[in-house]
């Protein structure tokens, strides 16, 4: 079925966002900024934790999994609000991908992947809030070093 092959495929770009925020908190981390690169630590385990979900499904419904090759992240920004910027867009895309799987779900009538797909779709709209509100905070306190010091003590306390 296409939906189970396009989930086959989600669990490769779930593991490619995870190596491109642990690439962003690599980036962090050079930068002293070790809230925020603690911060895309967690993420970037969530987005394991993903790919994990779908691994995990695709074995109950008795579907042999493939991995595929993970491209290389880029691993230089000019600032920490392209760095986060650049996060928000890459969560738009993969919220678009899984409402193309959903749409396929849908399609066939698989309501067992329907169910799975809701627990992704709400997920994926906390995600993008989340990268937002970053993305405007740091447009916000624009240049101002002190404010971004604050941010970075903030998003470190993420649990
Ligand atoms: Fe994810
Ligand atoms: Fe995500």
Same mark, same amino acid.
């Given at each position: 079925?296409?939906?189970?092959?396009?989930?086959?495929?989600?669990?490769?770009?779930?593991?490619?966002?995870?190596?491109?925020?642990?690439?962003?908190?690599?980036?962090?981390?050079?930068?002293?900024?070790?809230?925020?690169?603690?911060?895309?630590?967690?993420?970037?385990?969530?987005?394991?934790?993903?790919?994990?979900?779908?691994? $995990?499904?695709?074995? !109950?419904?008795?579907? #042999?999994? *493939?991995?595929?090759?993970?491209? @290389?992240?880029?691993? %230089?920004? &000019?600032?920490?609000?392209?760095?986060?910027?650049?996060?928000?867009?890459?969560?738009?895309?993969?919220?678009?991908?899984?409402?193309?799987?959903?749409?396929?779900?849908?399609?066939?009538?698989?309501?067992?992947?329907?169910?799975?797909?809701?627990?992704?779709?709400? $997920?994926?709209?906390? !995600?993008?809030?989340? #990268?937002? *509100?970053?993305?405007?905070?740091? @447009?916000?306190?624009? %240049?101002? &070093?002190?404010?971004?010091?604050?941010?970075?003590?903030?998003?470190?306390?993420?649990?």
């Amino acid at each position: 079925m296409n939906t189970l092959k396009k989930m086959n495929e989600q669990i490769n770009h779930e593991l490619g966002s995870s190596y491109i925020y642990l690439s962003m908190a690599a980036y962090l981390t050079s930068k002293n900024l070790k809230g925020m690169a603690a911060w895309m630590h967690k993420q970037a385990n969530e987005e394991r934790e993903h790919a994990m979900k779908f691994f $995990e499904y695709l074995n !109950e419904r008795g579907q #042999a999994v *493939e991995l595929l090759a993970i491209e @290389k992240p880029k691993n %230089e920004w &000019k600032t920490p609000l392209e760095l986060f910027e650049d996060a928000l867009k890459h969560e738009k895309k993969i919220s678009a991908l899984i409402s193309a799987i959903m749409e396929t779900a849908i399609i066939e009538k698989d309501y067992p992947s329907i169910a799975i797909l809701q627990w992704f779709v709400t $997920e994926q709209v906390e !995600e993008e809030a989340n #990268a937002s *509100e970053i993305v405007e905070k740091l @447009k916000m306190i624009g %240049e101002h &070093k002190g404010a971004l010091l604050m941010i970075d003590k903030e998003l470190g306390a993420r649990q």
